[in-house]
């Protein structure tokens, strides 16, 4: 990779800032409220942003221009389904979360079922998140040691203690603050990106949509049914499973992964968390409409190459963007990396703590005890993922179909558990154990055998917990037998 001064002055000048700002905003911690919760003052639209720049990782960054550079505007469809998802989690959890005094996603399967369903779940999302992260904190180190001419290790080191630093000592409050500079850095860097395709590009964007109508680049729905039905559950961009696919994502990310939840408990009210869920639901179509862009863009500046797609975007930004801009892009790469790191290392010291820690060992002592407590978890996390994102340097597989994969081992069982608390008005601890591991080990088959494209997985797994805990509830509810 090149290597320029200018570059290399704006990349750490946006790290180190970039810390600075997230300790000052996040302020002084005296209790775990305010460490996990950010005292709940953190305004709406704040939470909005940060729900989409957590949920942003670099894979995103990178890999959604190299689909459409290799496909076309399909992925659309399943932001459409991120919306409606959103709105049916505002609509029928966020009340359901408001009734109690939530302090995680998983406080409430406790008021539902019991501890040991909040202690099941916490413990599957500690190992799903610090897994799926772990290999996007990968994915970030390679430009960075590309640049830096140093080891993968000494690369993820470097960008897990900068999001270590301003998580240990801004709390919530400050991996929020900071994920609003870090959504218009990265979103800055792809528009600018766009902008010099466009003066790159003979004709501007006249040339853009040449080469795109030549090869239906800005094709957005498809139907699906062109194979059969086999081959419409196996394409991942279909009207239906995309709607489906990534509302019941959605879903399960935005409504009980504690990374997103976390952010929606620090807000003063339930229409506060709402309109933050709605709100950022509406970005990401946009965000990912510029995404794709950039891609079609890039198509039209290289035409076809016989590299990976998800190279592609990188290759522009490092070979022929000019010294400064590509600084200013990179940063915007580390930003979308960094707020997923951050986010990922709050959250998992946040379930730890609430959810394992408080209840098998109790509250521990004073505010500022607890609160020392929850640092040395953020700090464990933060080695943690380390370790993880070292196990997976020598992967094969493609980085962005991992970190989904993993994911989405365990959503389908969360959702469906959670949606077991909230349909099945009867249902027991036992009826919900139950369906959680059934939709795991369904899962864990679905995915192995590739029955289906990624975007079914999540509907699948929710489908089978609801089948086994509805079916368990209803044979437990019957009249035994009197003889």
Known sequence: MKGNILDYIIIIAYLVGIAVFGMISGGRQKSVKDYFLGSK?????????????????????????????????????VTFGYLVGRIIVAVLFLPAYSKGNLKTAY??????FGGKTRSFASIVFLFTRVAADGVRLFATAIPLKLMLNISYPEA??????????YTYTGGVKGVIWVDVIQMFTYLGGAVLAGIFLLHLLPDGWHSVTVAAASANKFGVFNWGFNNGLAGFFNQPYTIIGGIVGGAFLSMASHGTDQLIVQRL?????????????IGSGIIVIIQFTIFLIVGVMLYAYYGVMNVRSDTVFPRFIIDVLPPGVTGIIIAGLFAAALSTLAGSMSSLASSTMMDLYVPFFGKAGDDKKQLMISRLFTVMWAV????????????SQAVVELALSIASFTYGGLLGTFLLGILVKKARQEDALAGFVAGIFIMITVISLKLVAWTWFTFIGVLATLLVGGLLNALSDREPIIE
């Open 156 to 165: 993820i080191l470097i960008m897990a203690f900068v999001a270590l630093v």
């Open 41 to 77: 003052v953190v305004p709406w639209w704040a939470v909005c942003f940060s729900i989409v720049a957590a949920e942003t990782s670099t894979l995103t960054f990178i890999s959604i221009p190299g689909l459409a550079y290799l496909t076309n505007l399909n992925f659309l469809q």
């Open 265 to 277: 408990l620090t807000t003063k009210s339930l229409k506060d968390s709402q309109k933050a869920i």
């Open 107 to 112: 406080t409430f399967l406790e008021n539902r």
């Open 384 to 395: 943690m993922l380390v370790g993880a994102a070292i196990f997976f340097m020598n992967t």
